[in-house]
């Protein structure tokens, strides 16, 4: 097993100022632990990174059909999006498409996650509303989901909720954590969230991304749609979004809150997930990249477009560069 370290330092000057520690855990087709940084089971909330399964028995029961949804909603579905003009459009034209509006939405209202999405936002002089949540799309989507079962859409973001328990049903089939075993607590979306182990999340993408290699008909659905609208999984500048275009679709990742990151390579077999401990997400995408690299999935020399999430400067309030945000990748193989 190969070891890493993924932890990320902040520099200012020659010195290290400050030190953010990351778990990760890898795992491989044959769902044995491949690598592993740190604790591989130490345990977190999924948060976003749970939205490519949450929307399974959505598609499952037929819901893109009875609503006549295209690849542009299922993307924005499973999206963590940025809150730009497209992705508020989508959100809305599903809702209407349900004879929903705003305010059925179980979001709250937050500023748009991508810089683009904030500056288009203010230049509007429009209000913010809950349709620029990141979350907006996968809400709309589990409205549908109580809708065209029949369930009170009221109430849809309750734990017991049929749409929420069906969710949680879902991460316990893909992680093999029964049903009873997963800590549920309230996401900051609104809806259920569940704590794993690292090692739990990473079989689960290793899983859905071999799913996804073999053409199985659910899982495939949601990668051609965001394989085919990379923007709207998360948007203009956000991370999700430049590596699914810099790797062509090769390397699907979903960002979570709180450090908490997943990746599947269906290629490969591989799933990773990892967590920056102290939940900064300035440490977040520079580990998913280090650990990539070690994994030979990406290149040591990163696209430009990658490359300028791999090191992050540290500016003053003059906006001089003092110091920087990288990897301190170091890698020891041989483990055991």
């Known amino acids: 097993m190969l070891a890493l370290n993924l932890d990320v330092e902040v520099t200012r000057g020659d010195v290290v100022e400050s030190l953010h520690r990351v778990h990760a855990a890898v795992i491989g087709p044959d769902e044995v632990l491949l690598s ?7 345990v977190s909330m999924w948060r976003s990174c ?11 029961e037929g819901g893109m059909e009875t609503s006549a949804w295209t690849d542009e909603e299922l993307a924005l579905a499973v999206a963590s999006h940025g809150g730009e003009p497209e992705h508020v459009a989508i959100a809305a034209r599903m809702l209407a498409s349900l004879g929903l509006e705003e305010g059925d939405l179980a979001c709250g209202v937050h500023e748009p996650l ?22 907006s799309g996968k809400h709309a989507a589990m409205l549908a989901r109580a809708k065209f079962a029949g369930w009170a859409t009221r109430g849809y973001e309750q734990p017991d909720h049929p749409v929420q328990r069906a969710c ?14 997963l800590p549920v607590a309230v996401d900051g979306c609104g809806v259920a969230v ?6 739990r999340m990473a079989l689960a993408y290793s899983r859905w991304g071999r799913a996804v290699a073999a053409g199985e008909e659910h899982p495939t659905r949601v990668a051609t749609a965001i394989r085919a609208h990379p923007h709207l999984l998360g948007g203009t500048d956000r991370f999700d979004t430049v590596l699914l275009q810099e790797t062509g679709g090769e390397v699907i990742a979903k960002v979570g809150a709180e450090g908490v990151h997943s990746v599947a390579v269906p290629a490969r ?22 650990a990539l690299q070690h994994l030979g999935v990406l290149p040591a020399e ?16 003059r906006g001089e560069r003092v110091g920087e945000v990288r990897a301190v990748a170091a890698v020891r193989a041989g483990m055991r």
Do not use: Y
Request: glycine residues 8%; aromatic residues 8%; hydrophobic residues 50%.
């Open 36 to 42: 592993a940084a740190r604790d591989a089971q130490f």
């Open 50 to 60: 749970a939205k490519f399964f949450q929307i399974l028995p959505f598609l499952a």
């Open 114 to 135: 991508s810089s683009r999405g904030v500056k288009l936002w203010r230049e509007s002089g429009a209000p913010l509303s809950r349709l620029h949540n990141n979350c």
């Open 168 to 181: 949680l049903g879902e991460v316990s089939a893909w992680t093999g954590v029964p049903l009873d075993d």
């Open 194 to 199: 569940m704590a794993l182990a690292l090692d």
């Open 269 to 290: 077999g591989i799933g990773l997930a990892l967590k920056v401990e102290d939940g900064a997400q300035r440490a977040q995408h520079i580990a998913v990249l280090s």
């Open 302 to 317: 990163l696209p430009p477009r990658l490359a300028d999430f791999a090191i992050r400067p540290v500016r003053n309030t």
